[in-house]
């Protein structure tokens, strides 16, 4: 696929699971919440075919109903709950295995639910916040998304000096610097419309937002070049996987989430 068309799919693809993900938040929290589980767990079948090809269903099972149970343990009791339920579930996959080999499924189950799961936690959070959690949801899915496509098209259409060669050698300064300014904007965008201001804090936290986003995507593509991969999935055109399309938000909402826990309404999304 060359550049163009591969910045094409890219583009449609978030046009297709865009309106699908903000349809999913803005009919329930119900919904909402099963669109995240669903999401964190076919991203842990991809998790686990990637770690061990060989092992990779009973990874699936473990790590699919780990996931599953935080999101929805997170919704029905708070955050407390389902962050403890997590923490519980990292305990668990460290205690002995009962079948052999298994053990070697340890360590990938473990990190896959740290991997995973703090973000499912902070997505259904963020949307469960009273008057607020559409906007909240919308705005760091949209800086995810537009600094994604900054980051791609400007890396590809201007090139120039790597970013970090060993860990992705396609990324460039380029791309990072476009996908922090158009994942910047992106999130201007939406708090214009929602709220009706540009208020500098919230600059802030769009740039942080967006780098954390950066940085989730790298360490996806360090995870894939460790293990010899190039995508984790075929689902999305242009993506790849699940793990690939989602990398920067498996960063950016747990970031944001924290950011917008520490601040209460200073950031004044209503």
Do not use: C
Request: charged share 10%; hydrophobic share 55%.
């Amino acid at each position: 696929m060359n550049r163009l068309s591969n910045l094409q799919a890219r583009i449609a693809t978030a046009f297709v699971i865009g309106p699908l993900a903000i349809a999913a938040a803005w009919l329930h929290h119900g919904t909402w919440v099963a669109l995240i589980a669903v999401a964190v767990v076919a991203g842990g079948r991809e998790w686990a075919r990637m770690m061990v090809p060989h092992a990779a269903l009973p990874l699936t099972l473990r790590l699919g109903a780990g996931l599953a149970a935080t999101a929805v343990v997170a919704s029905l009791f708070g955050v407390p709950w389902g962050l403890g339920v997590l923490v519980a579930a990292v305990a668990l996959a460290w205690l002995p295995w009962p079948v052999a080999g298994e053990a070697a499924l340890v360590g990938p189950l473990a990190w896959g639910l740290l991997y995973l799961g703090p973000s499912a936690v902070a997505l259904v959070w963020l949307h469960a916040q009273p008057g607020i959690g559409l906007t909240l949801v919308i705005w760091v899915l949209v800086v995810v998304w537009t600094t994604d496509i900054g980051a791609y098209a400007s890396g590809r259409s201007i090139g120039g000096p790597r970013l970090w060669p060993a860990v992705s050698p396609r990324k460039t300064w380029a791309g990072f610097v476009g996908g922090l300014v158009l994942g910047s904007l992106g999130g201007l965008a939406v708090r214009r419309l929602a709220v009706g201001d540009l208020s500098p804090s919230v600059v802030a936290v769009a740039v942080a937002v967006s780098l954390a986003s950066q940085a989730g995507d790298l360490l996806e593509s360090g995870i894939k070049r460790r293990h010899g991969v190039k995508d984790t999935g075929g689902l999305l055109p242009g993506h790849g996987g699940v793990l690939d399309r989602l990398d920067g938000l498996f960063v950016a909402a747990p970031v944001f989430a924290m950011i917008h826990a520490m601040a209460g309404d200073d950031l004044r999304w209503q």
